[in-house]
Protein backbone atom coordinates (compact mmCIF):
# COMPACT_ATOMS: atom_id res chain seq x y z
CA UNK A 1 0.00 0.00 0.00
CA UNK A 2 1.15 3.52 -0.46
CA UNK A 3 1.91 5.62 1.93
CA UNK A 4 0.06 9.64 2.34
CA UNK A 5 1.65 11.26 0.12
CA UNK A 6 2.44 15.10 -0.97
CA UNK A 7 2.48 17.56 -3.52
CA UNK A 8 4.21 19.57 -4.98
CA UNK A 9 7.45 18.54 -3.12
CA UNK A 10 9.20 21.87 -3.38
CA UNK A 11 7.22 24.99 -4.20
CA UNK A 12 9.07 28.43 -4.72
CA UNK A 13 6.62 31.51 -4.38
CA UNK A 14 6.59 35.49 -3.35
CA UNK A 15 4.97 37.53 -0.86
CA UNK A 16 1.21 38.11 -1.44
CA UNK A 17 1.00 35.01 -3.90
CA UNK A 18 -1.54 31.99 -3.06
CA UNK A 19 -0.86 28.25 -2.34
CA UNK A 20 -2.64 24.78 -2.35
CA UNK A 21 -1.23 22.12 -1.26
CA UNK A 22 -2.35 18.49 -1.59
CA UNK A 23 -2.30 15.66 0.18
CA UNK A 24 -3.48 11.86 -0.10
CA UNK A 25 -3.92 9.81 3.45
CA UNK A 26 -3.26 6.23 2.98
CA UNK A 27 -5.98 4.00 2.43
CA UNK A 28 -8.71 4.00 4.84
CA UNK A 29 -7.75 6.46 7.03
CA UNK A 30 -10.59 9.22 7.56
CA UNK A 31 -8.67 11.95 9.14
CA UNK A 32 -5.76 14.36 7.60
CA UNK A 33 -3.72 16.73 9.77
CA UNK A 34 -1.16 19.67 8.63
CA UNK A 35 1.89 20.65 10.15
CA UNK A 36 4.00 23.48 9.36
CA UNK A 37 7.71 22.74 9.99
CA UNK A 38 10.34 25.76 10.27
CA UNK A 39 13.84 24.74 9.92
CA UNK A 40 15.70 24.17 13.31
CA UNK A 41 11.60 23.76 15.29
CA UNK A 42 9.27 20.86 15.91
CA UNK A 43 6.29 20.79 13.75
CA UNK A 44 3.37 23.30 14.92
CA UNK A 45 -0.16 21.84 14.47
CA UNK A 46 -2.76 23.95 11.56
CA UNK A 47 -5.42 21.39 11.02
CA UNK A 48 -7.20 18.08 11.08
CA UNK A 49 -10.12 17.07 9.33
CA UNK A 50 -12.02 14.25 9.76
CA UNK A 51 -15.17 12.57 7.83
CA UNK A 52 -14.43 15.77 5.89
CA UNK A 53 -14.58 18.06 8.74
CA UNK A 54 -12.91 20.72 10.90
CA UNK A 55 -12.03 19.07 14.02
CA UNK A 56 -9.43 21.46 15.51
CA UNK A 57 -7.45 24.25 14.38
CA UNK A 58 -4.03 26.02 15.77
CA UNK A 59 -2.57 29.22 16.65
CA UNK A 60 -2.13 30.25 12.64
CA UNK A 61 -4.12 32.76 10.98
CA UNK A 62 -7.29 32.94 8.62
CA UNK A 63 -5.17 33.33 5.87
CA UNK A 64 -4.56 29.42 6.49
CA UNK A 65 -7.15 27.36 5.56
CA UNK A 66 -8.06 23.65 4.29
CA UNK A 67 -10.96 21.13 3.51
CA UNK A 68 -11.17 17.43 3.22
CA UNK A 69 -12.83 15.91 0.25
CA UNK A 70 -15.32 12.56 0.24
CA UNK A 71 -11.74 10.46 -0.83
CA UNK A 72 -10.52 12.08 2.39
CA UNK A 73 -7.82 13.78 0.19
CA UNK A 74 -6.91 17.04 1.38
CA UNK A 75 -5.54 20.55 0.53
CA UNK A 76 -4.07 23.52 2.48
CA UNK A 77 -4.16 26.82 1.16
CA UNK A 78 -2.59 29.75 2.43
CA UNK A 79 -3.49 33.33 1.04
CA UNK A 80 -1.21 36.37 0.63
CA UNK A 81 1.76 34.43 1.70
CA UNK A 82 4.52 35.81 3.78
CA UNK A 83 8.42 35.46 3.91
CA UNK A 84 7.92 33.60 7.34
CA UNK A 85 5.50 31.17 6.16
CA UNK A 86 8.65 29.70 4.66
CA UNK A 87 8.71 26.11 5.69
CA UNK A 88 8.03 22.51 5.28
CA UNK A 89 4.50 21.07 5.23
CA UNK A 90 3.51 17.83 6.58
CA UNK A 91 0.55 16.15 6.06
CA UNK A 92 -0.17 13.01 8.00
CA UNK A 93 -2.93 10.70 8.01
CA UNK A 94 -4.80 8.16 10.73
CA UNK A 95 -7.54 6.64 10.85
CA UNK A 96 -9.44 8.63 13.29
CA UNK A 97 -12.44 8.36 14.98
CA UNK A 98 -12.82 8.33 18.71
CA UNK A 99 -11.61 6.22 21.35
CA UNK A 100 -7.77 5.31 22.22
CA UNK A 101 -5.03 7.71 19.99
CA UNK A 102 -4.70 6.96 16.68
CA UNK A 103 -0.93 7.03 14.93
CA UNK A 104 -0.60 9.26 12.35
CA UNK A 105 1.50 8.61 9.29
CA UNK A 106 3.53 11.45 7.91
CA UNK A 107 4.25 12.21 4.02
CA UNK A 108 7.11 13.48 3.12
CA UNK A 109 6.14 16.86 3.56
CA UNK A 110 5.82 20.10 0.74
CA UNK A 111 8.88 22.61 1.28
CA UNK A 112 7.59 26.05 0.43
CA UNK A 113 9.92 28.83 0.16
CA UNK A 114 8.81 32.63 0.00
CA UNK A 115 10.78 35.41 -1.96
CA UNK B 1 -0.36 25.62 28.47
CA UNK B 2 0.48 22.19 27.28
CA UNK B 3 4.36 22.12 25.97
CA UNK B 4 6.99 19.76 25.32
CA UNK B 5 10.72 20.70 25.82
CA UNK B 6 13.67 19.08 24.73
CA UNK B 7 17.24 20.51 26.19
CA UNK B 8 19.32 19.29 23.98
CA UNK B 9 19.72 20.69 20.19
CA UNK B 10 22.45 18.24 19.26
CA UNK B 11 23.64 15.32 21.30
CA UNK B 12 27.03 14.13 19.84
CA UNK B 13 27.66 10.32 21.09
CA UNK B 14 30.39 7.93 19.94
CA UNK B 15 29.27 4.30 18.40
CA UNK B 16 28.44 1.69 20.53
CA UNK B 17 27.88 4.57 23.40
CA UNK B 18 24.76 4.62 25.24
CA UNK B 19 22.72 7.63 24.56
CA UNK B 20 19.89 9.45 26.20
CA UNK B 21 17.71 12.45 24.65
CA UNK B 22 15.30 14.27 27.07
CA UNK B 23 12.10 15.34 26.92
CA UNK B 24 9.89 17.15 29.60
CA UNK B 25 6.39 17.93 28.95
CA UNK B 26 3.97 20.15 30.57
CA UNK B 27 -0.17 19.61 30.77
CA UNK B 28 -2.45 19.70 33.65
CA UNK B 29 -4.57 16.23 32.38
CA UNK B 30 -3.37 12.41 31.40
CA UNK B 31 -1.33 12.82 28.33
CA UNK B 32 -0.27 10.23 25.27
CA UNK B 33 3.57 10.49 24.49
CA UNK B 34 5.70 9.57 21.42
CA UNK B 35 8.81 10.01 20.27
CA UNK B 36 9.48 10.34 16.18
CA UNK B 37 11.80 10.04 13.87
CA UNK B 38 13.40 11.70 11.08
CA UNK B 39 16.27 10.78 9.26
CA UNK B 40 18.05 12.84 6.39
CA UNK B 41 15.33 13.85 3.64
CA UNK B 42 12.85 11.52 4.92
CA UNK B 43 9.44 12.49 6.77
CA UNK B 44 8.74 11.27 10.40
CA UNK B 45 8.26 8.02 11.79
CA UNK B 46 6.78 6.69 14.86
CA UNK B 47 9.57 5.18 16.82
CA UNK B 48 7.58 4.33 20.07
CA UNK B 49 4.97 5.74 22.16
CA UNK B 50 2.93 5.21 25.60
CA UNK B 51 -0.87 5.14 25.73
CA UNK B 52 -1.48 3.00 29.18
CA UNK B 53 -0.04 0.57 31.08
CA UNK B 54 3.80 -0.01 31.80
CA UNK B 55 5.68 3.01 32.11
CA UNK B 56 8.45 1.44 30.04
CA UNK B 57 7.83 1.64 26.10
CA UNK B 58 10.37 0.10 23.61
CA UNK B 59 10.55 0.22 19.70
CA UNK B 60 12.20 -2.46 17.46
CA UNK B 61 15.57 -1.05 17.14
CA UNK B 62 16.74 -0.91 20.61
CA UNK B 63 15.47 2.62 21.61
CA UNK B 64 13.38 2.64 24.57
CA UNK B 65 11.63 5.03 26.58
CA UNK B 66 10.18 5.65 30.29
CA UNK B 67 7.25 7.64 31.34
CA UNK B 68 8.03 9.33 34.73
CA UNK B 69 4.68 11.19 35.95
CA UNK B 70 5.92 12.95 38.94
CA UNK B 71 8.73 14.51 36.86
CA UNK B 72 6.85 14.72 33.76
CA UNK B 73 9.31 13.19 31.89
CA UNK B 74 9.88 10.77 28.57
CA UNK B 75 13.42 10.31 28.37
CA UNK B 76 14.59 8.65 25.24
CA UNK B 77 17.46 5.92 25.72
CA UNK B 78 19.45 3.51 23.76
CA UNK B 79 22.17 1.56 25.27
CA UNK B 80 24.30 1.40 22.25
CA UNK B 81 24.00 3.75 19.40
CA UNK B 82 25.08 3.07 15.07
CA UNK B 83 25.83 5.12 12.69
CA UNK B 84 22.70 4.56 11.39
CA UNK B 85 20.75 5.97 14.22
CA UNK B 86 22.11 9.39 13.09
CA UNK B 87 18.62 11.41 12.61
CA UNK B 88 16.50 13.89 14.24
CA UNK B 89 14.60 12.67 16.97
CA UNK B 90 11.08 14.67 17.87
CA UNK B 91 8.86 13.60 21.29
CA UNK B 92 5.20 15.07 20.97
CA UNK B 93 2.48 14.80 23.36
CA UNK B 94 -1.22 14.83 22.65
CA UNK B 95 -3.77 15.64 25.83
CA UNK B 96 -6.32 12.07 26.30
CA UNK B 97 -9.68 13.37 25.10
CA UNK B 98 -8.41 16.37 23.19
CA UNK B 99 -8.92 15.77 19.28
CA UNK B 100 -5.44 13.63 19.10
CA UNK B 101 -3.36 17.15 18.15
CA UNK B 102 0.07 16.66 19.03
CA UNK B 103 2.24 19.35 20.40
CA UNK B 104 6.21 18.75 19.65
CA UNK B 105 9.11 19.32 21.09
CA UNK B 106 11.98 21.32 18.82
CA UNK B 107 13.79 18.40 18.05
CA UNK B 108 16.99 16.86 19.18
CA UNK B 109 20.01 16.23 16.66
CA UNK B 110 21.30 13.28 16.99
CA UNK B 111 25.24 12.78 16.22
CA UNK B 112 26.86 9.66 15.78
CA UNK B 113 30.77 10.00 15.75
CA UNK B 114 32.42 7.09 14.68
Known amino acids: DAGVTQSPTHLIKTRGQHVTLRCSPISGHKSVSWYQQVLGQGPQFIFQYYEKEERGRGNFPDRFSARQFPNYSSELNVNALLLGDSALYLCASSWGGGGSYNEQFFGPGTRLTVL | AQSVTQLDSQVPVFEEAPVELRCNYS??????LFWYVQYPNQGLQLLLK????STLVESINGFEAEFNKSQTSFHLRKPSVHISDTAEYFC????????????WGAGTKLIIKP
Open chain 2, 92 to 103: AVSEVDSNYQLI
Open chain 2, 27 to 32: SSVSVY
Open chain 2, 50 to 53: YLSG
